[in-house]
């Protein structure tokens, strides 16, 4: 299953968008959209449940997402992941992500934890020109 099966065009759409996705050394912002849908999809089955134990490529989709701080809350509403605003289905990971982070063995920077608390307006937009 892709990922946009999985979650409609919410997926390509927020990626375009999320400054957390922004070209990186050695990695285009395609590149990198296209390397965390294919690892997030390896996390749905075929009948679009999750599959357990997650796989090693969804965990490290996962990770990559925490450590660019996509899963920061949103600054306008902490309750609320930036996310949300951009990708409301995508949410889910922001939701879920103390969940997904001990299923993966890994403390995610999330809502406002970690890394996320000195940073939260990272994945809300990009800017033009990024």
Do not use: H
């Not at 285009?28 to 390896?42: K, V, W």
């Not at 449940?49 to 809350?73: K, N, R, T, Y």
């Amino acid at each position: 299953m892709t990922i946009d099966a999985a979650f409609g065009d919410a997926y390509s759409a927020w990626c375009a968008a999320a400054a957390c996705m922004a070209d990186q050394p050695g990695k285009t912002r395609a590149q990198r959209c296209e390397e965390t849908a294919n690892g997030l999809a390896t996390g749905v089955g075929p009948d679009g449940a999750p599959v357990f134990p997650l796989p090693d490529p969804f965990c490290a989709a996962f990770e990559g997402l925490s450590a660019s701080l996509c899963l920061c809350a949103s600054p306008e509403d902490p309750s609320t992941p930036a996310m949300a605003a951009l990708a409301p289905d995508l949410a889910v990971l922001a939701d879920n992500a103390g969940f997904l982070g001990q299923m993966c063995g890994t403390a995610p920077n999330t809502g406002t934890q970690g890394a996320c608390a000195q940073a939260p307006a990272q994945n809300a937009t990009t800017t033009e020109g990024e």
